[in-house]
Nanobody, 124 residues
């Protein structure tokens, strides 16, 4: 059974940083894409960043230059490092996974497995 568990959310002031982690278990595929999505109150879920098994990364324009997605191989963990946080970054952040490589798109319907989310709140 595939499980994705996020952690690392919290409350920070604008300009601060957060490191979100997603621990993946039971995912048997070696060709894959992992992603981070977020959903703010009263808004649709949107893609933030993805990384595929070839280490190709994709970022939303809203976070480009302020965020880095990476994999910690030994721990089967995917990390989203976010800096220069803004109040607009406030949202529930979800980790997602899918079989197959995907690059240059941030479409939630392409992903099959999802975590429960971790809340990020940025105050001004």
């Amino acid at each position: 059974q595939v499980q994705l568990v996020e952690s690392g959310g919290g409350s920070v002031q604008a300009g601060g940083s957060l490191r979100l982690s997603c621990v993946v278990s039971g995912f048997p595929y070696v060709i894959y894409t992992m992603g981070w999505f977020r959903q703010a109150p009263d808004k649709e879920r949107e893609g933030v960043a993805t990384i595929d098994s070839s280490a190709r990364t994709t970022y939303a324009d809203s976070v480009k230059g302020r965020s880095t997605i990476s994999k910690v191989r030994a721990e089967n963990t995917f990390v989203l490092q976010m800096s220069s946080l803004k109040p607009d970054d406030t949202a529930m952040y979800y980790c997602a996974a899918r079989l197959g490589r995907l690059w240059n798109v941030l479409r939630e319907t392409d992903f099959d497995y999802w975590g429960q989310g971790t809340q990020v709140t940025v105050s001004s």
